[in-house]
């Protein structure tokens, strides 16, 4: 019995490997387009939405009637106390 088993392996091996290998056919490889990277110099920059206010704001109001002769400030320049702001005329 064993040497039944030991001819069929061997005769197993020796025509398992002489079968031929048939050979993939190889498909062309697909057609791309290359392009080359650009150098460049890149600003980095973030741009958000929203609304500029004042920390602190004041309003001035006429406590004098009279004609407003000149103003001598602009807006959102600094000022500060006993600065001149406005000169009237009655």
């Known amino acids: ?6 001819l069929l392996i ?3 091996l020796i025509f398992g ?3 031929q290998v048939t050979e993939i056919p190889q498909t062309p490889s697909p057609e791309v387009d290359v392009s080359q990277p650009i ?3 890149i ?3 973030d741009e958000y939405t929203g609304r500029f206010s004042p920390v602190k704001q004041v309003e001035i109001r006429a406590r004098v009637s009279g004609y407003l002769k000149s103003v001598n400030f602009k807006d959102g320049q600094m ?5 001149v702001l406005f000169v009237m005329t009655l």
Not at 1 to 6: A, E, G, H, P
């Open 1 to 6: 019995m064993r040497s039944i088993i030991l």
């Open 43 to 45: 600003t980095e920059w």
């Open 17 to 19: 490997c002489s079968q």
């Open 10 to 12: 061997t005769s197993r």
């Open 79 to 83: 000022v500060q106390k006993g600065d």
């Open 39 to 41: 150098r460049a110099i």
